[in-house]
Protein backbone atom coordinates (compact mmCIF):
# COMPACT_ATOMS: atom_id res chain seq x y z
CA UNK A 1 0.00 0.00 0.00
CA UNK A 2 1.23 3.86 -0.83
CA UNK A 3 0.19 6.57 0.97
CA UNK A 4 -2.00 8.90 -1.75
CA UNK A 5 0.15 12.10 -0.74
CA UNK A 6 3.51 9.99 -1.14
CA UNK A 7 2.46 9.00 -4.76
CA UNK A 8 1.15 12.38 -5.47
CA UNK A 9 4.53 14.06 -4.16
CA UNK A 10 6.31 11.51 -6.75
CA UNK A 11 4.97 12.01 -9.62
CA UNK A 12 4.72 15.43 -9.26
CA UNK A 13 8.68 15.46 -8.65
CA UNK A 14 9.49 13.41 -11.52
CA UNK A 15 7.24 15.74 -14.04
CA UNK A 16 8.88 19.13 -13.49
CA UNK A 17 12.20 17.70 -12.67
CA UNK A 18 14.38 19.94 -15.00
CA UNK A 19 17.58 18.84 -14.42
CA UNK A 20 16.45 15.41 -16.21
CA UNK A 21 14.93 17.48 -18.87
CA UNK A 22 11.28 16.51 -17.86
CA UNK A 23 9.88 19.71 -16.60
CA UNK A 24 6.14 19.41 -17.20
CA UNK A 25 4.47 23.02 -17.38
CA UNK A 26 1.77 22.08 -15.44
CA UNK A 27 3.24 18.80 -13.22
CA UNK A 28 0.38 19.62 -10.32
CA UNK A 29 -2.38 19.48 -12.64
CA UNK A 30 -1.19 16.42 -14.78
CA UNK A 31 -0.44 14.91 -11.46
CA UNK A 32 -3.82 15.45 -10.17
CA UNK A 33 -5.48 13.96 -13.25
CA UNK A 34 -2.93 11.31 -13.19
CA UNK A 35 -3.79 10.24 -9.76
CA UNK A 36 -7.87 10.72 -10.24
CA UNK A 37 -7.13 8.10 -13.39
CA UNK A 38 -5.18 5.38 -11.83
CA UNK A 39 -6.80 5.57 -8.55
CA UNK A 40 -10.43 6.80 -8.95
CA UNK A 41 -9.68 9.52 -5.90
CA UNK A 42 -9.79 13.23 -6.31
CA UNK A 43 -6.51 14.15 -5.22
CA UNK A 44 -7.16 17.56 -3.37
CA UNK A 45 -10.89 16.27 -1.92
CA UNK A 46 -9.32 12.90 -0.48
CA UNK A 47 -6.08 14.34 1.08
CA UNK A 48 -8.46 17.13 2.93
CA UNK A 49 -10.56 14.15 3.78
CA UNK A 50 -8.06 11.80 4.80
CA UNK A 51 -4.52 12.58 5.37
CA UNK A 52 -3.53 8.94 5.40
CA UNK A 53 -5.26 7.72 2.40
CA UNK A 54 -4.21 4.37 0.24
CA UNK A 55 -3.73 3.44 -2.78
CA UNK A 56 -3.22 -0.12 -3.90
CA UNK A 57 -0.06 -1.45 -5.53
CA UNK A 58 -1.57 -2.04 -8.46
CA UNK A 59 -3.23 1.38 -8.65
CA UNK A 60 0.34 2.90 -7.95
CA UNK A 61 1.92 0.82 -10.88
CA UNK A 62 -0.31 1.83 -13.15
CA UNK A 63 0.18 5.55 -12.20
CA UNK A 64 3.92 5.24 -12.48
CA UNK A 65 3.39 3.67 -15.87
CA UNK A 66 1.25 6.74 -16.94
CA UNK A 67 3.88 8.89 -15.29
CA UNK A 68 6.37 7.28 -17.34
CA UNK A 69 4.34 7.71 -20.53
CA UNK A 70 4.23 11.13 -20.11
CA UNK A 71 7.77 11.89 -19.97
CA UNK A 72 8.44 10.26 -23.30
CA UNK A 73 6.04 13.02 -24.56
CA UNK A 74 3.07 11.42 -24.99
CA UNK A 75 0.15 13.83 -24.55
CA UNK A 76 -1.57 13.35 -20.98
CA UNK A 77 -5.14 13.03 -22.96
CA UNK A 78 -4.17 9.94 -24.52
CA UNK A 79 -2.94 8.77 -21.46
CA UNK A 80 -6.00 9.39 -20.02
CA UNK A 81 -8.17 8.08 -23.00
CA UNK A 82 -10.41 11.12 -22.51
CA UNK A 83 -10.40 14.76 -22.16
CA UNK A 84 -12.91 17.28 -21.67
CA UNK A 85 -14.70 19.77 -24.40
CA UNK A 86 -17.51 22.94 -23.94
CA UNK A 87 -18.71 20.85 -20.46
CA UNK A 88 -18.64 17.35 -22.14
CA UNK A 89 -16.13 14.28 -21.79
CA UNK A 90 -15.02 13.14 -25.19
CA UNK A 91 -12.66 9.78 -25.68
CA UNK A 92 -9.64 10.36 -27.73
CA UNK A 93 -6.74 8.41 -28.31
CA UNK A 94 -3.85 7.27 -31.11
CA UNK A 95 -4.94 8.67 -34.30
CA UNK A 96 -7.59 11.01 -33.41
CA UNK A 97 -6.72 15.23 -32.84
CA UNK A 98 -6.94 16.20 -29.34
CA UNK A 99 -10.36 19.11 -28.77
CA UNK A 100 -8.74 22.19 -27.81
CA UNK A 101 -10.41 25.33 -25.87
CA UNK A 102 -9.30 27.41 -29.15
CA UNK A 103 -12.23 25.51 -30.66
CA UNK A 104 -14.94 26.24 -28.48
CA UNK A 105 -14.51 29.37 -30.40
CA UNK A 106 -15.96 28.21 -32.73
CA UNK A 107 -19.38 26.12 -30.51
CA UNK A 108 -19.76 29.33 -28.65
CA UNK A 109 -19.53 31.75 -32.10
CA UNK A 110 -22.61 29.07 -33.58
CA UNK A 111 -24.52 28.79 -30.40
CA UNK A 112 -24.49 32.06 -29.63
CA UNK A 113 -25.53 33.03 -32.94
CA UNK A 114 -27.09 31.22 -35.21
CA UNK A 115 -27.93 27.77 -33.83
CA UNK A 116 -31.71 26.90 -33.61
CA UNK A 117 -33.69 23.78 -33.64
CA UNK A 118 -34.55 21.97 -36.63
CA UNK A 119 -31.66 22.82 -38.62
CA UNK A 120 -29.96 20.63 -40.62
CA UNK A 121 -26.05 20.45 -40.09
CA UNK A 122 -22.45 19.21 -41.41
CA UNK A 123 -19.07 19.03 -39.30
CA UNK A 124 -16.55 18.34 -42.06
CA UNK A 125 -13.36 16.84 -41.03
CA UNK A 126 -15.12 15.69 -37.76
CA UNK A 127 -12.22 14.18 -35.76
CA UNK A 128 -13.77 13.07 -32.20
CA UNK A 129 -16.76 14.86 -33.16
CA UNK A 130 -16.32 16.91 -30.48
CA UNK A 131 -17.75 20.47 -32.45
CA UNK A 132 -20.89 18.47 -33.87
CA UNK A 133 -21.71 16.58 -31.00
CA UNK A 134 -21.53 19.62 -28.70
CA UNK A 135 -23.44 21.69 -31.16
CA UNK A 136 -26.16 19.12 -31.39
CA UNK A 137 -26.57 18.61 -27.59
CA UNK A 138 -27.86 22.58 -27.18
CA UNK A 139 -30.48 22.29 -29.93
CA UNK A 140 -32.77 19.42 -31.45
CA UNK A 141 -30.27 20.22 -34.51
CA UNK A 142 -29.71 17.27 -36.87
CA UNK A 143 -25.40 17.08 -37.51
CA UNK A 144 -23.58 14.94 -39.81
CA UNK A 145 -20.15 14.12 -39.21
CA UNK A 146 -18.17 13.65 -41.59
CA UNK A 147 -14.61 12.32 -41.42
CA UNK A 148 -12.36 10.19 -43.78
CA UNK A 149 -9.75 8.09 -41.29
CA UNK A 150 -10.89 5.01 -40.07
CA UNK A 151 -8.94 5.08 -36.87
CA UNK A 152 -10.99 8.54 -36.06
CA UNK A 153 -14.32 7.42 -36.90
CA UNK A 154 -13.86 4.76 -34.33
CA UNK A 155 -13.57 7.60 -31.37
CA UNK A 156 -16.68 9.76 -33.65
CA UNK A 157 -18.49 6.89 -33.37
CA UNK A 158 -18.09 6.45 -29.67
CA UNK A 159 -18.26 9.36 -28.59
CA UNK A 160 -22.07 9.85 -30.41
CA UNK A 161 -22.84 6.71 -28.41
CA UNK A 162 -21.68 7.88 -25.28
CA UNK A 163 -23.79 10.73 -25.16
CA UNK A 164 -26.40 9.50 -27.38
CA UNK A 165 -29.01 10.86 -24.54
CA UNK A 166 -27.58 14.21 -24.71
CA UNK A 167 -27.78 14.77 -28.75
CA UNK A 168 -31.19 12.48 -28.73
CA UNK A 169 -30.13 10.58 -31.77
CA UNK A 170 -29.70 13.49 -34.06
CA UNK A 171 -26.14 13.01 -35.06
CA UNK A 172 -24.45 10.43 -37.84
CA UNK A 173 -21.22 9.78 -38.62
CA UNK A 174 -20.49 9.77 -42.34
CA UNK A 175 -16.95 8.00 -43.41
CA UNK A 176 -16.29 10.01 -46.22
CA UNK A 177 -13.68 11.87 -47.59
CA UNK A 178 -15.01 15.29 -48.03
CA UNK A 179 -13.02 16.20 -50.87
CA UNK A 180 -14.76 13.22 -52.65
CA UNK A 181 -16.94 14.59 -55.47
CA UNK A 182 -19.35 11.76 -54.95
CA UNK A 183 -19.91 12.52 -51.72
CA UNK A 184 -20.40 16.23 -52.03
CA UNK A 185 -22.61 14.99 -54.52
CA UNK A 186 -24.74 13.18 -52.35
CA UNK A 187 -25.06 15.51 -49.51
CA UNK A 188 -27.92 17.04 -48.73
CA UNK A 189 -28.37 21.45 -48.55
CA UNK A 190 -26.89 22.47 -45.14
CA UNK A 191 -28.22 25.27 -42.77
CA UNK A 192 -25.03 25.46 -41.13
CA UNK A 193 -21.67 24.33 -42.05
CA UNK A 194 -18.73 23.83 -39.78
CA UNK A 195 -15.25 22.46 -39.60
CA UNK A 196 -11.79 22.30 -38.31
CA UNK A 197 -9.76 21.07 -41.11
CA UNK A 198 -5.80 20.09 -41.07
CA UNK A 199 -4.05 23.69 -41.53
CA UNK A 200 -0.37 23.42 -40.30
CA UNK A 201 2.08 24.33 -42.98
CA UNK A 202 4.93 22.94 -44.02
CA UNK A 203 7.30 25.01 -42.06
CA UNK A 204 4.81 24.40 -39.14
CA UNK A 205 4.88 20.39 -39.34
CA UNK A 206 9.06 21.06 -39.31
CA UNK A 207 8.54 22.58 -35.33
CA UNK A 208 5.82 20.38 -33.75
CA UNK A 209 5.93 20.14 -29.96
CA UNK A 210 6.64 16.69 -28.72
CA UNK A 211 2.96 15.60 -27.73
CA UNK A 212 1.64 17.26 -30.90
CA UNK A 213 3.54 14.71 -33.23
CA UNK A 214 1.61 11.90 -31.28
CA UNK A 215 -1.37 13.20 -33.24
CA UNK A 216 -2.04 12.49 -36.72
CA UNK A 217 -0.21 14.06 -39.58
CA UNK A 218 -3.59 14.00 -41.85
CA UNK A 219 -4.97 16.06 -38.97
CA UNK A 220 -2.67 19.16 -39.05
CA UNK A 221 -1.22 19.36 -41.93
CA UNK A 222 -2.65 21.70 -44.59
CA UNK A 223 -0.15 21.71 -47.32
CA UNK A 224 2.71 23.88 -48.02
CA UNK A 225 1.14 27.47 -46.92
CA UNK A 226 -1.70 25.64 -44.77
CA UNK A 227 -4.41 26.58 -46.92
CA UNK A 228 -5.33 23.74 -49.06
CA UNK A 229 -8.32 22.45 -46.80
CA UNK A 230 -9.73 25.57 -46.81
CA UNK A 231 -9.29 26.55 -50.69
CA UNK A 232 -10.99 23.06 -51.48
CA UNK A 233 -13.80 23.01 -48.75
CA UNK A 234 -14.89 26.52 -49.71
CA UNK A 235 -15.03 25.62 -53.26
CA UNK A 236 -17.21 22.22 -53.25
CA UNK A 237 -19.19 22.98 -49.97
CA UNK A 238 -20.45 26.59 -50.43
CA UNK A 239 -22.50 24.89 -53.33
CA UNK A 240 -24.03 22.93 -50.30
CA UNK A 241 -24.78 25.57 -48.21
CA UNK A 242 -28.14 27.11 -48.40
CA UNK A 243 -28.59 30.91 -49.05
CA UNK A 244 -28.74 32.75 -45.96
CA UNK A 245 -26.68 29.99 -44.07
CA UNK A 246 -23.82 30.03 -41.92
CA UNK A 247 -20.09 28.34 -42.78
CA UNK A 248 -17.50 28.96 -39.92
CA UNK A 249 -14.00 27.19 -39.91
CA UNK A 250 -11.36 27.38 -37.03
CA UNK A 251 -8.02 28.73 -38.26
CA UNK A 252 -4.46 28.82 -37.23
CA UNK A 253 -2.80 32.36 -36.21
CA UNK A 254 -2.01 34.78 -38.57
CA UNK A 255 -4.23 33.10 -41.38
CA UNK A 256 -7.49 34.98 -41.22
CA UNK A 257 -6.94 37.72 -44.15
CA UNK A 258 -5.73 34.52 -46.52
CA UNK A 259 -8.56 32.73 -45.32
CA UNK A 260 -11.31 35.51 -45.41
CA UNK A 261 -10.17 35.97 -48.95
CA UNK A 262 -11.17 32.39 -49.77
CA UNK A 263 -14.49 32.93 -47.92
CA UNK A 264 -15.27 36.15 -50.45
CA UNK A 265 -14.04 33.89 -53.78
CA UNK A 266 -16.73 31.72 -52.90
CA UNK A 267 -19.67 34.28 -51.97
CA UNK A 268 -19.48 34.37 -48.42
CA UNK A 269 -19.28 37.45 -47.02
CA UNK A 270 -16.55 36.78 -44.27
CA UNK A 271 -15.87 38.03 -40.11
CA UNK A 272 -13.81 37.11 -38.02
CA UNK A 273 -14.25 35.97 -34.03
CA UNK A 274 -11.04 35.77 -31.54
CA UNK A 275 -10.34 32.92 -29.28
CA UNK A 276 -9.76 33.66 -25.46
CA UNK A 277 -6.02 34.80 -26.47
CA UNK A 278 -7.91 37.36 -28.28
CA UNK A 279 -6.39 35.80 -31.70
CA UNK A 280 -8.23 35.90 -34.73
CA UNK A 281 -9.40 31.64 -34.65
CA UNK A 282 -12.73 31.49 -36.29
CA UNK A 283 -13.63 33.22 -39.47
CA UNK A 284 -17.26 32.86 -40.77
CA UNK A 285 -19.92 34.11 -42.86
CA UNK A 286 -23.37 34.17 -44.23
CA UNK A 287 -23.91 33.02 -47.82
CA UNK A 288 -25.37 35.80 -50.07
Known amino acids: MVRLKELYDNIEAKLCDGKSGNDIFEARFEAQCIIRHATGKGYRSTILRDPD?????EQAADAQEMTLRRLKGEPLQYILGEWEFYGMNFCVGEGVLIPRQDTETLVELVTDEYLKDGLVCADLCSGSGCIGISLSRLYRTRMHCYEKSGKAMEYLTRNIEMN???????????????????????????DIIVSNPPYLTAEDMKNLQTEVTYEPEMALYGGEDGLYFYREILKAWSKKLKKGGLFAVEIGMGQEKDVMQIFEENGIEAQTKKDYCHIDRVVYGIKK
Open 53 to 57: AETTD
Open 164 to 190: RLKVNGLVSAVLADVLDKAVIEAAPMY
